[in-house]
């Protein structure tokens, strides 16, 4: 069992880390800018400013999100020796690169501009055992993974099925990962992960007319609400969801976000809310001085910047106004 002090050195390395990243002020300035020049221009003063230097066009953002994302796991990588927890967050672009491949080959086109290289596996070795390669240097159980996703897809001729599937299969993965690592903060962000990805999922089938079987085909693993209590509310009204979940951490969540859905017509605030939970969860790293939880909170602050970024780059790109770009933002970690 990992002890706390095994995370002296790289708890010091993050200390040092978190000061770099993006404080609400930093995201202000960013969100005050008249356009994605301007937006660019603020953010050459940060962490990301050498990237941005290399952009060949507005575009290449992404690139510029992923390049420095990089730099922080190799910097981790180098600070310690539990990579599991490097890989429990990145686990989920490698499924990305899965579903995109696969739907790719589906449907016969290009997929190469929508890889995620922030993933432990080379999207181009995915690639090549999807196009019958089986030499491929890829896992065992991503091998697996595809060929059952691609099974019920031939079976349904239904691609949601794919993502239902391979989420599935993403978070079995990160439960055997938290599971080994006997870390009980890791345990306990999947848990609240798990939940709240069930919550969105739950209510996005309930706005759908969905069954109950896609329900269940489509619950997660690693969650403390378990399957059954999912299936036996599903189909109540809006009040009896939101009174179903009064005993549980989510019931703010859960009330606020839904009435404004109902009202509304968008998802936005639960979203947002759910996001903002499991910042807060994960700040216990921030004031934690040394151990697994400075890991894992500080994983969860980089993940968190990266999708703040995308939100306010994509709405500067699209001409979309500072408020309404607000509106889609969630807390910082620090």
Known sequence: MAKDTD?????????????????????????????????????????????????????DFEKVLEHSMLRTIDTLKESFKNHELIRFFNLKNDYHNLKVILKGNILGTEVKDYFSHLGEVSPDEIQKYA?????????????????????????TKDPQKIDLFLDQALFKEMEKIAEQSKIPFLKVYLAALSDITNIKTMLRLKKADSDIRTLESALVVGGSLKSDFFKEIFTGSTQSIIEAFSSTPYYEIVEEGLTAWESTGSPLVLEKMADNYLMTLARKGLYTPFGPETVVGYMAARDNELKLLRIILVGK??????????????????
């Not at 993050?14 to 660019?40: C, H, M, N, P, V």
């Open 7 to 59: 995370f002296l050195y790289v708890s010091a390395r993050i200390k040092f880390l978190e000061t770099k990243l993006l404080g609400k002020s930093a995201i202000d300035r960013l969100l005050d800018a008249s356009g994605i020049d301007d937006a660019l221009k603020a953010l050459s003063d940060t962490e990301y400013g050498s990237d941005i230097a290399e952009m060949e066009n507005i575009y």
């Open 131 to 155: 196009q019958g390669d089986n030499s491929a240097s890829i896992p065992d159980n991503f091998k697996e993974a595809y060929d059952k996703a691609l099974e019920i897809y031939e079976a």
């Open 317 to 334: 790109i699209n001409g979309i106004s500072s408020d309404m770009i607000r509106e889609r933002l969630r807390d910082v970690y620090i």
